[in-house]
């Protein structure tokens, strides 16, 4: 390899990895403030306009980080690796939003216990996956990231449970009227956006691993 390619190699590992880490970080933006908003619920239209925009700015990191590939000659992993790390990081980010999207819709006014321990997960899986976006440059020594990864699974296992045992008790606690079955579907329906942010998270985590494991 020429010096001039090794040095486009390794401002192309700064530029992609840094790109990625730093959008990495609107999941945990967006879950803290979507924490804060659990503060003053319902959630408002301008609390949901809020989510959006900053979901909007990740993907406008996104659109940045995939036309720099397309003009890359020698990207520092393999262009579909990167390219599904984008894609996953994305699920992600948009998974967060609409448990906050949702909550608005559906005019929740309070949360069961179940929904404020998911959400808290959630928070959890946010930082555990910036931390390994961090480390995402140290993909040759794998041992820094998948402490973060191993990490991730274990809170999508906690959030799995957690949802299970919810919609498990909905149905228990259930009565024969028209405000309990409108009262389930709506809950039902919340609890499977949380657990389906919980799972965009768990995927994003494999995406990570299976890059590193291609690029080794």
Same mark, same amino acid.
């Given at each position: 390899m020429s010096k001039k390619d090794e040095k486009k190699k390794k401002g192309g590992e700064k530029n992609y990895f840094k790109q990625l880490y730093k959008t990495s970080h609107y999941a945990v933006e967006l879950s803290n403030t979507l924490g804060t908003m659990l503060n003053?619920? /319902?959630?408002?239209? !301008?609390?949901?306009?809020?989510?959006?925009? =900053?979901?909007?700015?990740?993907?406008?990191?996104?659109? &940045? #980080?995939?036309?720099?590939?397309?003009?890359?000659?020698?990207?520092?992993?393999?262009?579909?690796?990167?390219?599904?790390?984008?894609?996953?990081?994305?699920?992600?980010?948009?998974?967060?939003?609409?448990?906050?999207?949702?909550?608005?819709?559906?005019?929740?006014?309070?949360?069961? /216990?179940?929904?404020? !321990?998911?959400?808290?997960?959630?928070?959890? =899986?946010?930082?555990?996956?910036?931390?390994?976006?961090? &480390? #995402?440059?140290?993909?040759?020594?794998?041992?820094?990231?998948?402490?973060?990864?191993k990490e991730i699974g274990q809170l999508e296992e906690k959030g799995d449970q957690i949802y299970r045992g919810a919609v498990r008790k909905l149905f228990d606690e259930a009565e024969n009227t028209v405000k309990s079955t409108m009262d389930i579907m709506k809950w039902r329906e919340l609890f499977e956006i949380m657990e389906s942010a919980c799972t965009a998270f768990e995927n994003a985590a494999n995406r990570i691993q299976d890059t590193i494991m291609k690029n080794n």
């Amino acid at each position: 390899m020429s010096k001039k390619d090794e040095k486009k190699k390794k401002g192309g590992e700064k530029n992609y990895f840094k790109q990625l880490y730093k959008t990495s970080h609107y999941a945990v933006e967006l879950s803290n403030t979507l924490g804060t908003m659990l503060n003053s619920l /319902p959630m408002t239209n !301008e609390n949901a306009i809020t989510l959006h925009k =900053m979901e909007h700015e990740a993907d406008i990191r996104n659109d &940045e #980080l995939i036309d720099n590939l397309y003009k890359e000659f020698l990207p520092p992993i393999e262009r579909d690796d990167l390219m599904n790390l984008v894609y996953s990081l994305d699920d992600v980010i948009d998974a967060i939003e609409d448990v906050g999207v949702r909550l608005f819709m559906l005019r929740i006014t309070g949360l069961k /216990p179940e929904a404020k !321990e998911v959400i808290s997960v959630i928070a959890e =899986m946010s930082l555990a996956l910036e931390k390994a976006f961090g &480390e #995402l440059h140290n993909f040759k020594k794998p041992k820094t990231i998948y402490p973060y990864l191993k990490e991730i699974g274990q809170l999508e296992e906690k959030g799995d449970q957690i949802y299970r045992g919810a919609v498990r008790k909905l149905f228990d606690e259930a009565e024969n009227t028209v405000k309990s079955t409108m009262d389930i579907m709506k809950w039902r329906e919340l609890f499977e956006i949380m657990e389906s942010a919980c799972t965009a998270f768990e995927n994003a985590a494999n995406r990570i691993q299976d890059t590193i494991m291609k690029n080794n």
